[in-house]
């Protein structure tokens, strides 16, 4: 079904009629199909939604946000998700992006959120070492130069061309891949910290972590355990940043063993 949103046309899969709401949150530039292992696992014993994100789904076509977005408007775009399809209080399994929001929902409407399995989860930001690298300084010159011409409307459209020409040599090959709109929501997500944030989750949250992930490394999982009043973390040794993909087996016997064992 396509449900509309604060402006936003959003692609949300249901299947099942009966039992407890699950919602499945997919990382950043993937989609619904990549969390289908854990809707089948969970398909006949759970109702499960799962979410085709504004500017990620259908393999990065759905359309984007009608402005850019930050974390708290996909916030408030997954609330009302469940409030539509009456699933509250609803478990959530999340991946990377996906865990940001759920961290931000569960925080902000603990009424909403049942259990959470978060794998890979983003919201930590790193530390900056202190140092700036010479390939730092020389593209924070450089922007410095676009920024001013820009301000100053000089050399016509040569600043908008000079900052593509930052972005293809600078930028990593995800945000190179992005619209511009799209990299305007990417830049307000990556500025949210919610370090301060997680002990305000109430839900009870099974953390589970490549051990060899790099792009939230181990270390944010274990923070995440710590704060977050009731949580356990999992590591799987030799895992990445996909672990749940990786080890999808063992990942689904933990899903539904913490999601419908006991309960």
């Known amino acids: 079904m396509q449900l509309e949103i604060s402006g936003a046309k959003v692609d949300v899969a249901v299947s099942g009629e009966g039992g407890r709401g699950v919602l499945l949150l997919h990382g950043w530039g993937c989609s619904a199909q990549m969390m289908s292992s854990v809707r089948d696992a969970l398909d006949g014993s759970m109702r499960v939604a799962a979410v085709d994100f504004p500017g990620h789904g259908r393999e990065g076509k759905a359309l984007p946000p009608p402005q850019p977005w930050g974390v708290p408007e996909y916030m408030e775009m997954t609330a009302e998700i469940i ?48 140092k700036a690298t010479a390939k730092t300084r ?10 001013l011409a820009e301000r100053t409307h000089l050399f016509g459209s040569l600043p908008g061309r000079g900052r593509e020409a930052l972005v293809q040599r600078f930028g990593s090959p995800d945000y190179k891949a992005l619209t511009p709109e ?82």
């Open 83 to 130: 409030r539509r399809l009456s699933l509250a209080p609803c478990d959530i399994v999340a991946h990377s992006f996906g865990a940001r929001v759920a961290i931000l929902l569960a925080a902000t409407y603990p009424e909403l959120v049942g259990r959470m399995i978060l794998t890979g989860a983003a919201g930590i930001r790193k530390p900056k070492s202190g």
């Open 138 to 147: 020389l593209y924070k010159g450089l922007r410095g130069a676009v920024d």
């Open 182 to 263: 799209m990299r305007q929501t990417f830049n307000k997500v990556i500025s949210l910290d919610l370090s301060d944030r997680l002990a305000e989750v109430k839900a009870p949250t099974l953390l589970y972590w490549g051990a060899q992930d790099t792009e939230t490394p181990l270390w944010m999982g274990q923070l995440m355990e710590e704060r977050i009043p009731d949580a356990g973390l999992v590591v799987e040794e030799g895992a990445g940043h996909f672990a749940y993909l990786e080890q999808n087996r063992r990942f689904l016997a933990i899903v539904r063993s913490f999601l419908l064992e006991g309960r």
